[in-house]
């Protein structure tokens, strides 16, 4: 079969890029080789074992740890709450599997053709790439004139650690225990680590959070950072920053599942040169990811990856050899759902002939706790190295009428703005719904709008978003309400 466009991974970056191909006009194919229960699932890590069960679980538990805390409040009382994992579960799986076959749909509706296995580069004929698919075992060959690289990433693990996804976990893992487990750790504090600890901590876990940086959460703007932390801390995370992971041993050598339920893990570390150990009984494993990029045949096409194992690619994902792309988390950039979808777009539109633009700095992040966290944009620390001169201004959800209606009103919003020019440079958000806040601020700033804009947008009453028009009239001093 011979193809315009043939995408390899059907992840948010791979099936996206399918679908505006097809819209552009190209015959396309999308092959994905992700197994799910023995079947194929398209979405990728973003829907089988990523964004969307996690973001499930993240619900379920939220609502059971509000009805076990906060609904008295509300004068609705329940005695002995109880949580159901596996119906919890079973919600999960069935977004889950609602929304891979949503996308099969959506292949059939723009007439995509969706192939199953691994696919791999074989060569070049005249121009055509040959891609070999392996579809468990039954070997095909198809050509394309370009193709589309969104192979995505896998977990990373420690030298010294095996993950078998009974005690020792990664995402997958996490996203699938059956039941509470007592003591729960993981290492590393990044946004895996703090969003899975949050959910079975909510569920009644003892959890204890290992990470090697000193700071914690250093990407975020430091204030944000420190807001959360307060939070988290306060929820009864227990969060070690700056350890060194020692040796790690799982008495779990059996294999009956009667051993299993019962492990013991006991995970040496040193903290401000002191030998700890701590015993649990799982550990989630949760220090970045690495791009998917073994068995795809780069050595046998010359296909460059950059120094990190990377897909290495220019400014429009464009790799070495001629029309071939690649796209999402086998690239540089932040590993998120939304940053490979949008490279998918653009690159369909490339193939097409068309200069569509990627603004790396708008590209926005959120963090799913409780409180949520969410940014754009440079922080205040970047802004102070680069020795850009800003202005500040910062509004609490402390006072905002719909928070304290919400029962929910931790957090603050904090725009930064160009001190000569009022350009909005970067916001920075905790607290209720700043996933769904963050987007007003991504349009103001694509729009390149000043504090100013927004301050003179009305902005609906009582709503959360108040709290950003009120951190855009801080920026000039004429805040109303703080
Ligand atoms: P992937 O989603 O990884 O898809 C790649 C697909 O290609 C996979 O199906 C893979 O099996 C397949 N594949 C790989 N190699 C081959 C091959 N040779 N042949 C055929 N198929 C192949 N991001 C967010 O923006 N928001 C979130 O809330 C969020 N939550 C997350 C929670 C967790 C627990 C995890 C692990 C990640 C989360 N992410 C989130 C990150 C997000 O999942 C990734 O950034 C996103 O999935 C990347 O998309 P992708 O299309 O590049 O790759
Ligand atoms: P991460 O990069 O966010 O965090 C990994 C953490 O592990 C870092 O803080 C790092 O310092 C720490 N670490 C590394 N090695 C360590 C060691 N040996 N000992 C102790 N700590 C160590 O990676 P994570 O959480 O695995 O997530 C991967 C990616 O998936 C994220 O970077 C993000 O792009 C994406 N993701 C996005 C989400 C969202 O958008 N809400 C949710 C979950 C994941």
Redesign the pocket.
Known sequence: MDFDVVVIGGGPGGYVAAIRASQLGFKVACVDGYIKGGKYSLGGTCLNV??IP?KALLQSSENYAQLSHDFGEHGITCTNPQIDIAKMLARKNNIVNKNASGISFLFKKNKITELHGWASFAGNNDGKWQISIDDKGSLSTVSAANVIIATGSS??S?PQLKIDNKNILD?EGALDLPSVPKELCI???????L?MGSVWKRLGSNVTV????DKF??AADEQVSKELYKNLVKQGLVIKNG???GDISDNNNEKSEQKAQNAQITINYEENGQQNKLVCDKLIV????VPNTNGLGADIVGLKLDERGFIAVDDECRTNLANVWAIGDCVRG????HKASEEGIIVAERVAGQHPHFDFNTVP????TNPEVAWVGKTEQQLKDSSIAYKKGVASFMANGRALGLGNNIGFVKMLACSETDRILGVHMVGPFVSELISEVVVAMEFMASSEDLARIIHAHPSLSEVTHEAALACDNRQLHG
């Open positions: 990523g964004c996690s977990p990373r420690l995402n290492i590393g504090a990044g946004v895996i680590g969003e290992l990470e090697a940086m959460l250093g350890v060194k992971i949760a220090v970045g990811r932040p590993m998120l759902a992040w959120v963090i799913y």
